[in-house]
C-alpha cells in the first residue's frame, strides 16, 4: 500500500447500538453454529435447550461476541435455503435477545436478506461474511443502511470448491489485493465499520495457513481491526495426526502466535481459553514496556 491511499485511516473503535467496542485490546468472539454438518460442532446445538446452554456458556466464560451461524461452510457442506438458514439462527437470536438484551450478537451470513431481518427484528450488532459481499451483489448497500459493523472475510472460491487445489502466485499479495478492492467498495457503499479476516482454511492449503499466520502482521496496512479463526482447524488437526476435538492445545498456541502478530479478534469454540490467552498476552505486553 502507498500514500495515495488515503482512504484507509486507522479505526479500532466500532459502535455496537450504542457500545462502544475497542479493538485495540483484543476481543473474543465465541461460536455459536446451528447446523448440522459444521466440522467440529455440526448438530451440538440443535434445539432451544442446548442453544440456551451454549448461549449461557459463551457469556458466562467472557465472549465480547456471539457468532451465530446457521449455514455451514466447511468443504462439501450442503447447501440450505434462506428459510432454513433463517429458522436456525431465529432460535438462538430469540433466546440472546429474551434473556442477554445487551450482548453484542454477530450474525454469520453471505445472504442481504438474512441481514435485514436479523438487525430489524433481532437487533443484530455486526454481519459476519465470508464473500465479503460477493455472493450477494445487495450485501454492502444492505449492511450501509443499517450501519452495523461488518466483517469481510478472503476466500478462494466457494466453500464447495475452496479447497480443491488451491494455487496462488504470491499468496500476501493476492489477500491484500482482494482486501484493497473490497474495503474500499465497503467504504464507497457507506459501510465505515469494517473488520478483516484473512480467511483460515478457505481456498488454502496447511502450507498456505501458516505462510498467512506467519506474515499477519502485514494486514495492519489497512488500519482495521483483523479477526483470525484458526480454531480447532485443520492446520492444526491434520498436521498433528488428531482429531477437531482434540485440537484445543494446537488452538491455544497458534491463537497466542496471531495475537503477537497483530490479530485483534479472535473467533473460537472454546471461550475461557481464549480469554486466558489474551489476558497472558497483555501481561506479557505490558512487561516488555516495563
Known amino acids: 500500500m502507498n ?12 459502535n455496537c ?14 461460536i455459536l453454529n446451528i447446523t448440522p454438518d459444521s466440522f467440529f460442532d455440526g448438530g451440538r446445538y440443535a434445539d432451544e435447550g ?17 457468532d451465530v451461524g446457521g449455514y455451514s461452510s466447511r468443504p ?10 433463517l429458522r436456525r439462527i431465529s432460535i438462538a437470536l430469540k433466546y440472546i435477545r429474551k434473556q442477554y438484551p445487551d450482548a453484542v450478537v454477530s450474525v454469520d451470513t453471505f445472504r442481504s436478506e438474512i441481514v435485514k431481518i436479523a438487525v430489524e427484528e433481532f437487533q443484530a ?15 454492502f448497500e444492505t449492511v450501509a443502511k443499517y450501519k452495523v459493523p461488518y466483517i469481510m472475510m478472503h476466500m478462494k472460491g466457494t466453500p464447495a470448491t475452496m479447497q480443491v487445489n488451491p494455487e496462488y502466485e504470491n499468496l500476501i499479495d493476492e489477500i491484500i489485493s482482494f482486501f484493497r478492492d473490497r474495503i474500499s467498495k465497503a467504504l464507497a457503499s457507506g459501510i465505515n465499520d469494517i473488520i478483516i479476516d484473512p480467511g483460515f482454511g478457505f481456498g488454502k492449503t496447511i502450507e498456505h495457513n501458516y505462510q498467512l499466520l506467519r506474515h499477519l502482521q502485514v494486514f495492519s ?16 488437526y491434520k498436521y498433528l495426526g488428531i482429531t477437531p476435538e482434540n485440537a484445543l492445545n494446537g488452538t491455544t498456541v497458534l491463537n497466542t502466535i496471531a495475537l503477537l502478530n497483530g490479530a485483534s479478534l479472535l473467533r473460537v469454540h472454546d471461550v475461557r481459553e481464549a480469554r486466558e490467552t489474551i489476558e497472558l498476552y497483555k501481561v506479557y505486553m505490558q512487561m516488555g514496556r516495563d
Not at 17 to 30: C, E, H, N, Q
Open 125 to 139: 450488532d455486526i454481519i459476519n461474511d465470508i464473500t465479503a459481499g460477493w455472493a450477494d451483489p445487495a450485501m
Open 76 to 85: 462439501g457442506a450442503v447447501d440450505v435455503d434462506t428459510g432454513e438458514e
Open 3 to 14: 500514500s495515495k491511499d488515503t482512504f484507509f485511516s486507522r479505526k479500532m473503535t466500532f
Open 221 to 236: 496496512l489497512f488500519e482495521l481491526p483483523v479477526m483470525v479463526g484458526i480454531s480447532r482447524k485443520s492446520m492444526i
Open 50 to 66: 442446548q442453544i440456551a446452554k451454549r448461549v449461557d456458556q459463551l457469556l458466562s466464560e467472557g465472549a465480547d461476541i456471539i
Open 17 to 30: 447500538r450504542g457500545k462502544l467496542l475497542d479493538f485495540s485490546i483484543p476481543r473474543v468472539m465465541g
